[in-house]
Nanobody, 125 residues
Framework: QIQLVESGGGSVQSGESLRLSCKISGFHASDAIKVAWFRQGPGQAREGLACIAFPYRNPFYPIGVKGRFTISQDNHENTIYLQIVNLKPEDTAMYYC?????????????????WGQGTQVTVSS
């Protein structure tokens, strides 16, 4: 059973940066999985931001996600990061990481079997 634990959220001012972390456990090195970052703002649908795979492949970003988001991984620590720069009030949301078996780069939330509890990011102007 894959488990994911997010951390790194907080309350920040516009223009600041944050690095969110997602610690993953419960999978084997030979498993082909993908791990993605999503966010869900108040009254909004869950939005996929970026995806990365184990074993390593180049990260995937959906069309329309602006270049302020960077996903990366630390294989030794089994941790996925999401760096967000130049934060804006509209980035205020709960940020989640999620995992699924790798079949393609889909960021459809319903395809992800395992979810963390989320970490809140609040940006004030």
């Amino acid at each position: 059973q894959i488990q994911l634990v997010e951390s790194g959220g907080g309350s920040v001012q516009s223009g600041e940066s944050l690095r969110l972390s997602c610690k993953i456990s419960g999978f084997h090195a030979s498993d082909a999985i993908k791990v993605a970052w999503f966010r869900q703002g108040p009254g909004q649908a869950r939005e996929g931001l970026a995806c990365i795979a184990f074993p390593y492949r180049n990260p995937f970003y959906p069309i329309g996600v602006k270049g302020r988001f960077t996903i990366s991984q630390d294989n030794h620590e089994n941790t996925i990061y999401l760096q967000i720069v130049n934060l804006k009030p509209e980035d205020t949301a709960m940020y989640y990481c999620a995992a699924a078996a790798f079949r393609d780069w889909s960021l459809e939330p319903g395809e992800y079997n395992f979810w963390g509890q989320g970490t809140q990011v609040t940006v004030s102007s």
